[in-house]
């Protein structure tokens, strides 16, 4: 089969303070037409940096192509005018964006936005676009493609904008479509949808399709062959069974390892560390996976939280006097209880109510009605000075590190602020040991309390985050979303400690996620969540084997099963 893209000896270089980095170094790869090549790896291994570089999107300064090929169709495209190459981007080659909110102009409607590369590329008048555009929304699956292409990007949720992209990037009908990311901060069962409409659209128009992502379950799914990349260079390449048949690199191990399956239940999840060095020598890795203890909640066992009836109601629309006629029942008559030492995962996808009612679990968000009961205090009844009391002993690790940290403050300042106000340590050496200490305990070096949150990747961050949530010695823990964004190797590393956080200071987790493998692995009981009401709730081994709810069966149906389909039995 003739290749549609060959990419040879790609090296990328970046200027830094510190002189040049090599982002890529002497990358080459395939992409047959018609197949989809998968490229894998965590965040920094130079996927990226190689896809930019084939639509020439490099920033310059401070990158620039050192040397190397991209022959797409038999030309260099590193050899193209900016002119030229303005003709082939979005026309010949496409690219769907990680973040589709940043890769949409907010001012412009999403009609417009698709409009525009089809009169650019196409030639086509103004009502001919519209026409296409309306027909490309409703093939991506847009409900009511006639009226939603006049909507804005901040009208639309996460789900429908990535299908928008989608509908922007195939509107020329591509021989090339590059897709960064496109479903790692989506729901499983929009990320399923997203991968069956790729896969559709790519049997529909013969393209080939370069599919960039950090999870090899997503790969096993939808590519034909794999590249694997680890610190801008390629440690492993194959068909897509062999990679996961036949693993032979120890990263590509690792990354096959550490993602929870649903199949197993083991006590703790091996990571990329497990198999390799930091060098990249392998580790030889035999341990057998321990299986995790299933702890039976018994009805002597004490409750440390507990809600009742607990209701949170948004105003959706108001008369002209004022008065609320509709409202949005985020959290629906909810009555849950957490037991002692244990983790309660909460599931569902977004806008069920999940993060809404862990917030107003923490009292964040005030509760239209009901009860939270914490270690037998209605805290509801609790006035602010009380409930800031009562806090130390609640805690919430959010879903964006970045985001959840001061950039302006100090890593040491952060953790010491919680210690300052709620005044735990004598003086402030006191508190800075304090917060040396945390650092060490959640695998991080005390000399880094001086950095600043930018000098930290995301895993590195979330850790910082559960050191700040550590530093007023909590019982209980809210955890939202808080591994949702990480690389699946990462992910199993914050997962790990948290269990040995738990084990070791006899804390209780609320977990929300969307990912039930996640959910199941990290929880002892699992309540899920649609439409703001608990529609199932077991412990985690029961909702897997036998789940009652067809919402539960959806979630379940929809997790990457991270084998290939020609390694199906049914196959």
Request: hydrophobic share 40%.
């Amino acid at each position: 089969m003739s290749d549609l893209l060959q990419i040879k000896n790609l090296t990328v270089e970046f200027q830094t303070d510190d002189g040049p980095v090599e982002a890529v170094r002497n990358v080459s790869f395939n992409i047959p037409k018609g197949k989809t090549v998968g490229l894998v790896g965590e965040s920094g291994s130079g996927k990226s940096v190689s896809s930019l570089a084939v639509m020439q999107l490099i920033p310059n300064p401070p990158g620039r192509v050192k040397n190397g090929e991209i022959i797409f169709d038999g030309e260099n495209l590193l050899d193209h005018s900016d002119a030229k190459m303005r003709k082939v981007r979005g026309n010949r080659i496409s690219m769907i964006f990680q973040e589709p909110m940043t890769s949409l102009n907010p001012v412009f409607t999403v009609g417009d936005q698709i409009i525009e590369s089809l009169m650019l590329h196409k030639k086509m008048n103004k009502k001919q676009a519209l026409d296409r555009a309306i027909e490309l929304l409703d093939q991506v699956g847009i409900p009511d493609p006639k009226t939603r292409v006049h909507a804005y990007p901040h009208e639309m949720s996460g789900g429908q904008r990535q299908r928008v992209m989608i509908a922007m990037a195939i509107s020329c009908e591509p021989e090339l479509l590059i897709a960064d990311e496109p479903t790692t901060a989506l729901d499983v069962t929009i990320q399923k949808q997203i991968l069956e409409l790729i896969a559709d659209l790519q049997k529909k128009y013969g393209m080939s399709v370069l599919f960039i992502t950090h999870d090899l379950g997503v790969i096993a799914d939808i590519a034909d062959d794999v590249v694997v990349m680890y610190r801008g260079d390629i440690v492993e390449k194959g068909t897509t069974e062999q990679i996961f048949k036949q693993p032979k690199h120890p990263y590509t191990k690792g990354l096959i390892a550490c993602r929870p399956m649903l199949e197993q239940n083991p006590a703790r999840l091996p990571t990329v560390s497990d198999f390799m060095t930091v060098d990249g020598k392998e580790i030889d890795y035999k341990a057998t996976p321990v299986e995790k203890t299933v702890r039976p909640i018994t009805s002597d066992q004490p409750v440390l939280l507990e809600i009742k009836n607990i209701n949170k109601h948004f105003p959706l629309h108001k008369s002209f006097f004022g008065k609320v006629t509709e409202w949005l029942r985020a959290v629906d008559g909810v009555s849950l209880k957490v037991h002692k030492g244990r983790t309660l995962g909460l599931v569902g996808e977004s806008g069920c109510g999940k993060t809404t009612l862990g917030r107003t679990i923490l009292r964040l968000i005030e509760p239209t009605n009901g009860d939270i009961f914490y270690n037998g205090t209605n805290i509801t009844e609790l006035n602010k000075e009380e409930m800031r009391e009562m806090r130390k002993k609640m805690q919430i690790i959010f879903q964006d590190p970045y985001a959840s940290l001061n950039p302006r403050m100090t890593i040491g300042m952060a953790i010491m602020e919680p210690m300052i106000i709620h005044k735990i340590g004598k003086n402030k050496q006191e508190q800075m040991d304090r917060a040396a200490s945390l650092m060490e305990k959640v695998g991080l070096k005390p000399e880094m309390l001086n950095r600043y949150p930018h000098e930290f990747s995301g895993g590195q961050r979330q850790r910082i985050c559960i050191a700040r949530a550590l530093a007023v010695e909590p019982d209980f823990i809210i955890c939202d979303e808080s591994v949702s964004a990480l690389d699946v190797s990462v992910q199993a590393q914050i997962l790990n400690l948290l269990l040995d956080l738990q084990e070791e200071m006899g804390l209780t987790y609320v977990f929300i996620s969307h990912d039930l493998a996640v959910v199941k692995f990290f929880s002892d009981e699992v309540a899920v969540m649609n439409k703001g009401k608990v529609v199932e709730m077991s412990d985690a081994v029961s909702i897997y084997k036998s789940p009652k709810d067809p919402y539960t069966k959806k979630l379940l149906e929809a997790i990457p099963r991270g084998i290939p389909k020609t390694m199906l039995p049914s196959s």
